[in-house]
């Protein structure tokens, strides 16, 4: 007979089990959420409060972008905007560096708005009804 090998202890086999387990867990958890959290989902849950936001801006003598709201539905509300037909939000959606908004709108938005010099300022990406993706880049 050889030289015997050190078996490890059945502690950091346990350890190593619950750790990988606990891995593929969370990954299996996140995969069935991420539909839950995604944008479609969240305009979903949020359209309610949008629109009745929508309502309150349209409405004679509103005050409602002086003071906007904090959140509509599951977006944070950075800063409102007025458009010559509606109004945009910048909201906390996107990247961490990116500025994202959602934009309402009566009339039908250009797909690109561009400035003077033809540079894209922000890209207008229809969601549903009077409704819009905003990104500027």
């Not at 991420?34 to 979903?44: G, N, V």
């Not at 007025?82 to 309402?104: Q, R, T, V």
């Not at 009566?106 to 969601?127: H, N, S, W």
Request: charged content about 20%; some cysteine.
């Amino acid at each position: 007979m050889g030289p015997s090998v050190p078996r490890k202890p059945n502690r950091v086999r346990y350890l190593a089990a619950f750790c990988v387990g606990g891995i593929v867990l969370l990954s299996i958890v996140a995969w069935f959420a991420f539909p839950y959290f995604s944008f479609a989902e969240q305009f979903r849950r949020s359209k309610p409060a949008l629109d009745a936001y929508a309502a309150r801006v349209a409405a004679p003598g509103s005050s409602a972008l002086a003071k906007p709201p904090a959140r509509l539905g599951y977006f944070s509300v950075e800063k409102v905007e007025p458009l010559p037909h509606g109004f945009l939000f910048e909201s906390d959606f996107g990247g961490m560096f990116d500025w994202n908004g959602i934009a309402y709108s009566t009339e039908p938005l250009p797909r690109y708005d561009e400035d003077a010099a033809g540079k894209v300022k922000q890209v207008f990406t229809p969601i549903e009804g009077n409704w819009y993706e905003v990104f500027r880049p």
